[in-house]
């Protein structure tokens, strides 16, 4: 008999003992992350944790208050956007192992990630939190991802299913998007996790999908999901995300979880319970509810004690988080007079300024639920300094402020006696005022210590932060905040040659200083090693080898959702761009963005020096690619793959590789491309750089 027959089998038995009460109290929260256990039958609560970031801290059962213990203090990873920006599938792999192993190491049952939504538009505030733009990216790094976090014992629980795209509106937005589009951009990637990694837990969407709410829809859940992929696991609602008990009972959801400490109130509890008793409802629905979660308790080995005991801040984990840093920063700009600008060579005695917020800003406690509690979290500035040790001076100045400071909010006490409306329109005035008094002095200060501070080398550290990259917020625009690109522009008159650093979650407008830059470096919020892996990029300790899994637009208006479809609007929400997402609807329009999708440079050069491809089985075949490091450092390159779509319109990723080549040599790289032998392929760089033909 196989293991799913035994697991079925034990499940029944287990059902047919269990009253209603305690069947109704597997299906909802008992707590703000758990169901209620079963002790009399051995059956333990299932305890959930977000996110993808890592393993977040423990709250009191009923209020969304920090219990405040050190004991869930974690390992803080890259954010899924880092991840996909290395390219690199083993990478991906091992931050999954990462993730389960602490979240088992935390006495969880379920880590809520990773994100696979596809990143529609740049305004999303959630986006750090997904892989790409792109469905094949997105499916290939989730994979691995999600079968290193099912080694330790834990269920991944892949997230939003499906079409959520937007933080506008997000509880209720009806998203008009068609099945071939679904299929082709928003589907992959669940589909792959069902098919390829045996993902144990889908959690639905908050928005609706042409009128239905994902979290309880017939048409998502049942018939896709569940029919056509053969999911046999267990489905969560996002927190809040059920609406109604009637459908609920007859959809594909398992477990209904919410924000409020109303347990009993929750559309799959007592509601539940009084109809099943009325027989308006048939027990049989919630018994097939209950079959998928002791099953899943039998995957997770939750009821044979025979299950990993995990571990985390281990420094085997920090080691992992510091190599997928050093592989997700990218490179994208690189000029020079006589030599490059990146590198710097800091010789002894010399002195460094580092300009920005986000040269001493820790990210891991923002951005919503995908928020961490991290051990640690170093900042560039202690990267740098302590890379370079006492034979450097690194002096840092912040030069803007994102926030209002501590002396603001005491400002608020000088009109508390006033009229209250009154007085809460003021204390914003005059918050404004002392926000722009304070970037003022932030600016004047940094000008001058560049102006005058006789430095060797100035760094600018900026970008967002999750102020501006957050769970149910989008941006309005796509600009540079805080008056940055007027500090990047005076500070380049003084220093041409400072290499510019952005930090984020997001793409940001650089059209007012791209020019005047000569060395740009892009960092997603790389996890508590990202300051470090920085500094080795900025030092050449590591060879930039990250790539774009997004388009970066010029701007705005050159992104599908916007100037064809629509987003960020209320009530209903029209994908009328359909598959044309992201650097699709740029190749398909003969629009060049500013950095293309793939996009990233090396301190060396590559040259590709020979392609084989080998005869196509179902619908999949090899490439080999030989590479040669034509430069003087040793690095790793990333060899793209695409091929047309079917509508000829544009091409689209099928297949990448990375490798890492010496100085000097050679090396072959062995791709899987998902194509069929009558379909050219197309060999690159970049979706905008491809060397050749095949
Ligand atoms: C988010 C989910 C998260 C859940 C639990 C919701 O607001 O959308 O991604 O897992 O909260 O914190």
Known sequence: MNQQAEYEIKAKQLIGEMTLDEKIGMIHGAEIFKTAAVPRLGIPAMAFSDGPCGVRQDFDPAHWQAIGTSRDEVSYLPCNSAIAATWNTGLAKASGEVLGEEARGRGKDMILGPGV?????????????????????????????????????????????????????????????????????????????????????????????????????????????????GFDGVVVSDWGGVHDTDIAAEAGIDVEMNVTDNFDDYYMAEPLKEKIKAKEISEELIDEKVLHILVLMQRLHMLDGKRKAGAYNTREHHDAILKVGEESIVLLKNEGKDDKVLPLNVKQGEKILLIGENADKKHAAGGGSAEIKAFYELTPLQGLQMLLGGNATVDYVQGYTSGASEAQDASWQATSLTDQENSEESRKEEQKKQLEKERKELYEQAISAARNGNYDHVIFIGGLNHDEDQEGYDRKDMSLPYGQPELINELHSLCPDMPVVMIGGNPVEMDSWIDNTKALVWMFYNGMEGGKALAEVLLGHINPSGKLPVSFYKKLEDCSAHCVGEFGTEGEVHYTEKDEVGYRYLTAHNIKPLFPFGYGLSYTEFKIDGIKRLLSVDHKTQVVVTIENTGKADGKEVIEVYKDHKNGKYRKLCGFGKVNVAAGYFADVVIDVEADDDETLYIGTSVDDIKAKI
């Not at 999303?124 to 790094?141: A, H, M, Q, V, W």
């Not at 080694?151 to 509880?171: G, M, P, Y």
Request: glycine residues 4%; contains cysteine.
């Open 117 to 229: 939504n596809i990143k529609r538009s740049p305004l999303c505030g959630r986006n750090f939190e997904y892989f790409s733009e792109d469905p094949y990216l997105t499916k290939e790094l989730a994979v691995p991802f999600i079968k290193g976090v099912q080694n330790w014992d834990v269920s991944a629980c892949i997230k939003h299913f499906a079409a959520n795209n937007q933080e506008t509106d997000r509880l209720n937005v009806d998203t008009f998007v068609d099945d071939e589009t679904l299929e082709e951009i928003y589907y992959p990637a669940f589909e792959a996790a069902v098919k390829r990694a045996g993902v144990h837990s889908v959690m639905g969407a908050y928005n609706k999908i042409k009128g239905e709410h994902c979290c309880q829809s017939v048409t998502q859940l049942n018939k896709v999901l569940r029919k056509k992929w």
